[in-house]
């Protein structure tokens, strides 16, 4: 258990990162969001993706530093981005 300057610290941080989280699903569902993430190319919806690091600051800050758990979540982030790209757009339209 840290100092309480550091408790303070910790979750002022993740309060950020909690908003800053909500603020990109609201952002992700609006459709100028939608018609731009479904017309990049694979290879850029992944570049992309890659730079969230929210894995690594969530294991930095709320898990005491697990950072094979951070990378497992990383790792299964772009494995989903790699997957959703090879069902293709037709097999993602029909199953809304």
């Known amino acids: 258990m840290g100092t309480p300057h550091e408790t303070e ?4 941080t993740a309060a950020l990162m909690g908003a800053d989280l909500l603020g990109s699903v609201w952002a992700n569902v609006t459709p100028s969001a939608t018609r731009w ?3 990049q190319e694979p290879r850029e919806r992944l570049a992309f993706s890659a ?17 094979r ?20 757009p037709t ?3 029909g199953s809304g």
């Open 9 to 12: 610290g910790t979750s002022g």
């Open 37 to 39: 993430c479904h017309g």
């Open 51 to 67: 730079l969230d690091l929210h894995p690594f600051l969530g294991a930095a800050l709320c898990r005491d530093r697990e950072w």
């Open 69 to 88: 758990f951070a990378l497992g979540n990383y790792a299964y982030l772009l494995a989903s981005i790699v997957q959703v790209a090879r069902v293709g």
């Open 91 to 93: 097999a993602r339209a």
